[in-house]
C-alpha cells in the first residue's frame, strides 16, 4: 500500500520560516494537499492541488511538489501556526494521509 | 457555504455494527462533481481515510477495512452514512465526515467530528 511519510514534529522561531515534508513514492506524478488541525478542531485545507491555497488561507501558507518529496512552507510564521499539520494523497481510487507533524512555535 | 453534521451512537459493543450519518446543509449533496467521504481519527492519532460515495452511488474505501465498510448515499436527504461491521476496540476513534470534489484531489470541508466508543 501507498505510504506518505512526515517528521513528527519540526520547531520554528516567530517570523521565521517553517518547512514541513511529506515523502512517498512518486509522489511528484500525484496532486498532494496539506491540512491544518489544531486542538478541539476538524481538519482545515491549507493547500491543495500542490499549491493552491483556498480562500481565506493566508498567503505565508505554499506548497511545492517534486519527485518524492512534497513541502509545506509557512513564511513568517505566527503563534497561530501551531497545530498539527498532514499531508495527503491520492493513489489510485485510495486516499491516503501522512501521519502528521507537530509544528511548534516558539 | 456547506456545512456537514456527523450523527449516530457514541457508543457501540464489541462485534456490533457502527453507524452514523453525515447530514449536508447549505448546498445540495448532488453538487457537480463531489464525493463524500469518511474519515477517522483515533485519539492522538494520525487521520484515516474510510471511503467515499458519489451520488450516483460508485464507492471506493480503504483496502484495509474494505471488507466491513459500506458508504451510501440518500440525496432525499441531503445525507451520506456509514456502516461499519465486526467492531473492535481498535474502531474507537473521532469520525469526521468530509467533501471532496474530482479535479481538487482535497476534502475542503469537514464537519466537527463525533467520537464513538467502541466498549462492552
Known amino acids: 500500500s501507498y505510504e506518505l511519510t512526515q517528521p513528527p514534529s519540526v520547531s520554528v522561531s516567530p517570523g521565521q520560516t517553517a518547512s514541513i515534508t511529506c515523502s512517498g513514492d512518486?509522489?511528484?506524478?500525484?496532486?498532494a494537499s496539506w491540512y491544518q488541525q489544531k486542538p478541539g478542531q476538524s481538519p482545515l485545507l491549507v493547500i491543495s492541488?500542490?499549491?493552491k491555497r483556498p480562500s481565506g488561507i493566508p498567503e505565508r501558507f505554499s506548497g511545492s511538489n517534486s519527485g518524492n518529496t512534497a513541502t509545506l512552507t509557512i513564511s513568517g510564521t505566527q503563534a497561530t501556526d501551531e497545530a498539527d499539520y498532514y499531508c495527503?494523497?491520492?493513489?489510485?481510487?485510495?486516499?491516503?494521509f501522512g501521519g502528521g507533524t507537530k509544528l511548534t512555535v516558539l | 457555504q456547506v456545512q456537514l453534521q456527523e450523527s449516530g451512537p457514541g457508543l457501540v459493543k464489541p462485534s456490533q455494527t457502527l453507524s452514523l450519518t453525515c447530514t449536508v446543509s447549505?448546498?445540495?449533496?448532488?453538487?457537480?462533481?463531489?464525493?463524500w467521504s469518511w474519515i477517522r481519527q483515533p485519539a492522538g492519532k494520525g487521520l484515516e481515510w474510510i471511503g467515499r460515495?458519489?451520488?450516483?452511488?460508485?464507492?471506493s474505501y480503504n483496502p484495509s477495512l474494505k471488507s466491513r465498510v459500506t458508504i451510501s448515499v440518500d440525496t432525499s436527504r441531503n445525507q451520506f452514512s456509514l456502516k461499519l461491521t465486526s467492531v473492535t476496540a481498535a474502531d474507537t476513534a473521532l469520525y469526521y465526515c468530509?467533501?471532496?470534489?474530482?479535479?481538487?484531489?482535497?476534502?475542503?470541508?469537514w464537519g466537527q467530528g463525533t467520537l464513538v466508543t467502541v466498549s462492552s
Open positions: 468530509a467533501r471532496g470534489r474530482d479535479g481538487y484531489n482535497s476534502f475542503d470541508s
Open positions: 447549505g448546498g445540495s449533496i448532488s453538487g457537480d462533481s463531489y464525493y
Open positions: 460515495v458519489y451520488t450516483i452511488g460508485s464507492t
Open positions: 512518486k509522489l511528484g506524478d500525484k496532486y
Open positions: 492541488q500542490d499549491k
Open positions: 495527503q494523497a491520492w493513489d489510485s481510487t485510495t486516499a491516503v
